[in-house]
């Protein structure tokens, strides 16, 4: 099987679509934030944490036609949020700022804005004190973070991970290549491609570790996880991730907060 980012995307969308269920195993770690009013999730960020995205059971925000499914939350002065949004077609926003800067990865469709389009396997910064007025015309599935730039990170990135122009390269361990995406200070944000019969191994030391699979399964730790998956790691860990017919992620290693 050889993958192309291509179709990476374009069968990560497919397989999300078609799934009945949302659960989260492994841990959950929510609580409720009473002076902000917030419950936050996946807020312990000292034992790992996965989450399987099932589309149609997604929470519908009201009056927008929106689904979203949260994959983490925090409120108050260490504010983040990452979430899986699905937005109808003919959706648009009032422009709006980043104060703690914004990630996209477009999984499916376009996501636009005054700047241009941004169609699937196409990756997006808008550092702290941006604004911006997006809108889809067809509709999109796009996985969203928010405040969760490096002090003194100003740059906005734009990267087509599809385009002739996109470098991969050989990663360390056979059948595994890597594009780079961002890198500043602690954080590290790229894509892995692994192909069939093939792993990647990731150790950590200061460092937290995410990882959406953009195309799978994938397995890990004797657990299988299909496309859609998002799993967290702390600091400190080893983790070891398998394919048997060949995936994509999306791996970004930081320091979590504490």
Not at 16 to 45: G, H, L, W, Y
Not at 177 to 193: I, N
Not at 232 to 251: D, E, N, Q, T
Request: hydrophobic share 35%; net charge positive; proline share 5%.
């Amino acid at each position: 099987m050889t993958l192309t980012t291509n179709n990476i995307f374009q069968q990560s969308s497919n397989i999300i679509s078609s799934m009945p269920q949302t659960k989260r195993v492994v841990f959950v770690n929510d609580s409720f934030d009473r002076e902000n009013s917030v419950r936050e999730i996946n807020a312990n960020f000292s034992v790992p944490v996965t989450v399987e995205t099932k589309i149609l059971n997604w929470q519908v925000l009201s009056g927008a036609g929106i689904k979203q499914q949260c994959l983490e939350r925090l409120s108050g002065n260490k504010s983040r949020l990452s979430s899986l949004a699905q937005f109808p077609a003919g959706r648009a926003f009032k422009k709006f700022g980043h104060k703690g800067g914004e990630e996209l990865l477009v999984l499916s469709g376009i996501f636009s804005d005054a700047d241009g389009d941004y169609g699937a396997g196409c990756y997006v910064r808008n550092p702290p004190g941006t604004y911006h007025q997006p809108f889809t015309r067809d509709g999109c599935t796009v996985l969203f973070k928010l405040g969760q730039f490096q002090p003194m990170d100003r740059k906005r990135l734009v990267i087509n991970t599809r385009g002739t122009a996109s470098k991969w390269q050989h990663a360390g361990e056979p059948g595994v290549s890597r594009q780079e995406l961002h890198h500043f200070a602690e954080e590290e944000v790229s894509l892995h491609r692994i192909h069939p019969e093939c792993w990647v191994t990731f150790k950590l030391q200061s460092q937290g570790l995410e990882v959406f699979v953009c195309e799978g399964p994938v397995s890990e730790s004797g657990n299988l996880y299909s496309a859609g998956s998002w799993m967290r790691y702390p600091a400190g860990s080893k983790v070891k991730i398998s394919s048997k017919g060949g995936a994509c992620l999306y791996v970004k290693k930081s320091i979590f907060p504490l």
